[in-house]
T-cell receptor, first 111, second 115 residues
Framework: TQLLEQSPQFLSIQEGENLTVYCNSS?????LQWYRQEPGEGPVLLVT?????EVKKLKRLTFQFGDARKDSSLHITAAQPGDTGLYLC???????????FGAGTRLFVKA | DSGVTQTPKHLITATGQRVTLRCSPR?????VYWYQQSLDQGLQFLIQ???????AKGNILERFSAQQFPDLHSELNLSSLELGDSALYFC??????????????FGEGSRLTVL
């Protein structure tokens, strides 16, 4: 199947802690995207990773694409309450058209 | 503001009824996607259109249909509504052309409540 599996499903941490969320698949993706969604709103694109092994940084967020382009991770350093939200990975498997989404990691950062 | 406009934002209707959700993509984007998100669930892909033609289909019920018009706006029609159809329906658009990486830009969603 061409599924994107995200882990953990839910994460509740204290402000200032670090965390990593994962996005895994058995399929190869030409690119993967990470989105953040707040309640009642549409997902907002954070980053796209394209090259196997690529690392991208967005302030305290670090995104990595696996060498085989089947998985990705998102690391947040010194989490803040404003990071609270649903983090979704998404992508279109190589040769496919439809963009599929993982089920998401729901992050809650306590002050 | 993503540039994608969805209407209506909220809709309350009864079982058995029919509704139409409307989406205007970002200027210049040729692809429109529809997703369904039920309470505390992920985004379920329904259907994608590219420049007026159906490009990919997901878990879209036969009671649902969609189309993309020559001006690139899209409509999602939901008929014979059931309680379980209550959800957030998102439209997204992308350039989906050569050299693009498939990033999606989402509207704010249409919240459908079926009573």
């Amino acid at each position: 199947t061409q599924l994107l599996e995200q882990s953990p499903q839910f994460l509740s941490i204290q402000e200032g802690e670090n965390l990593t969320v994962y996005c895994n698949s058995s399929s190869v993706f030409s690119s993967l995207q990470w989105y953040r969604q707040e309640p009642g709103e549409g997902p907002v694109l954070l980053v796209t990773v394209v090259t196997g092994g690529e690392v991208k940084k967005l302030k305290r967020l670090t995104f990595q694409f696996g060498d085989a382009r089947k998985d990705s991770s998102l690391h947040i350093t010194a989490a803040q309450p404003g990071d609270t939200g649903l983090y979704l990975c998404a992508g279109a498997p190589t040769g496919g058209f439809k963009t599929i989404f993982g089920a998401g990691t729901r992050l809650f950062v306590k002050a | 503001d993503s540039g994608v406009t969805q209407t209506p934002k909220h809709l309350i209707t009864a079982t058995g009824q029919r509704v139409t959700l409307r989406c205007s993509p970002r200027s210049g984007d040729l692809s429109v996607y529809w997703y369904q998100q039920s309470l505390d669930q992920g985004l379920q892909f329904l259907i994608q259109y590219y420049n007026g033609e159906e490009r990919a289909k997901g878990n879209i019920l036969e009671r649902f249909s969609a189309q993309q018009f020559p001006d690139l706006h899209s409509e999602l029609n939901l008929s014979s509504l059931e309680l379980g159809d209550s959800a957030l329906y998102f439209c997204a658009s992308s350039a989906q052309g050569q050299g693009t990486t498939g990033e999606l830009f989402f509207g704010e969603g249409s919240r459908l409540t079926v009573l």
